[in-house]
C-alpha cells in the first residue's frame, strides 16, 4: 500500500513544495535498488514519470523537480512551483506485484 | 523517438467486450513488457496485468483475472487489451505503458472505454 499525503496541496507560485510517500514495506529490491517511482499527470493527459529509482530524473524534466528518501518514506520536492506544474502527481512501487500507485496528490496554485 | 498510440473511445454496453490496441514504435519491440492500466473518473491508476514481449508469458491482477486478455502482434509491434463482461464500473481510461523494469517509461495516449446500457 502506498500512502500519499497531502492529499491537496495549493501552492503560492514560486513557492517550495513537497509531497510525501509511504509504503507499507521496504521498496528495496534484492539487487539494491529502490523502485520508487513519481509520476505527473495534467489535466487530460496521460501520466508522466518524473523520477526513478528515488531520485533519478528523466530527460527533460526541470531540475526543480527532485526526490528523496529510502526503505520506506520518500519525498518529491519542488524547489519553485510554476504554474506548468499544476496536476495531480503519484508515487508508485514497482518491487511487488500488483505494482500499486499512492492515491494521487493535486497540486494548484493559490 | 519511442511512442505508444492506443486506438479510440470506445462505447460499449453492459456483458459486451472491448479490444483495445497499443501500436508501439521507436525501439526493440520484444526487448520490453507492456502494462494495461486503468483509470477511473477521478481515481487513481490500477494495475491489470502484463505481456512478456518476448516469450508472450502474461500475468494478471487477481481483480481482472478471468475477464482480461493481454496478447501481442510481433510483426505489427502491437499489443492488445481485451476486457469482458463489461459492467458501469468499467468506465474508465486505459493506458498502455512501456516497463523498463519496475517502472513505467513511455505511456499510450489513452482510451476512454464508456459502458452504458
Known amino acids: 500500500v502506498m500512502i500519499q499525503s497531502p492529499l491537496s496541496l495549493p501552492v503560492t507560485l514560486g513557492q517550495p513544495a513537497s509531497i510525501s510517500c509511504r509504503s507499507s514495506?521496504?521498496?528495496?529490491?534484492?539487487?539494491?535498488?529502490?523502485?520508487l517511482n513519481w509520476f505527473q499527470q495534467r489535466p487530460g493527459q496521460s501520466p508522466r514519470r518524473l523520477m526513478y529509482k528515488i531520485l533519478n530524473r528523466d530527460s527533460g524534466v526541470p531540475d526543480r523537480f527532485s526526490g528523496s528518501g529510502s526503505g520506506t518514506d520518500f519525498t518529491l520536492h519542488i524547489s519553485r512551483v510554476e504554474a506548468e506544474d499544476v496536476g495531480i502527481y503519484y508515487c508508485m512501487q514497482g518491487i511487488d506485484w500488483p505494482p500499486t500507485f499512492g492515491q494521487g496528490t493535486r497540486l494548484e496554485i493559490k | 523517438q519511442v511512442q505508444l498510440v492506443q486506438s479510440g473511445a470506445e462505447v460499449k454496453k453492459p456483458g459486451a467486450s472491448v479490444k483495445i490496441s497499443c501500436e508501439t514504435s521507436g525501439y526493440t519491440f520484444t526487448n520490453y513488457a507492456l502494462h494495461w492500466l486503468r483509470q477511473a473518473p477521478g481515481q487513481s491508476l490500477e494495475w491489470m496485468g502484463y505481456?512478456?514481449?518476448?516469450?508472450?508469458?502474461?500475468k494478471y491482477s487477481e481483480k481482472f483475472q478471468g475477464r482480461v486478455t493481454i496478447t501481442r502482434d510481433t510483426f505489427a509491434s502491437t499489443v492488445y487489451m481485451e476486457l469482458g463482461n463489461l459492467r458501469s464500473e468499467d468506465t474508465a481510461v486505459f493506458y498502455c505503458?512501456?516497463?523498463?523494469?519496475?517502472?513505467?517509461?513511455?505511456w499510450g495516449q489513452g482510451t476512454l472505454v464508456t459502458v452504458s446500457s
Open positions: 514495506r521496504s521498496l528495496v529490491f534484492s539487487d539494491g535498488n529502490t523502485y
Open positions: 505481456i512478456n514481449i518476448g516469450n508472450s508469458n502474461t
Open positions: 505503458a512501456r516497463d523498463p523494469g519496475g517502472s513505467y517509461d513511455y
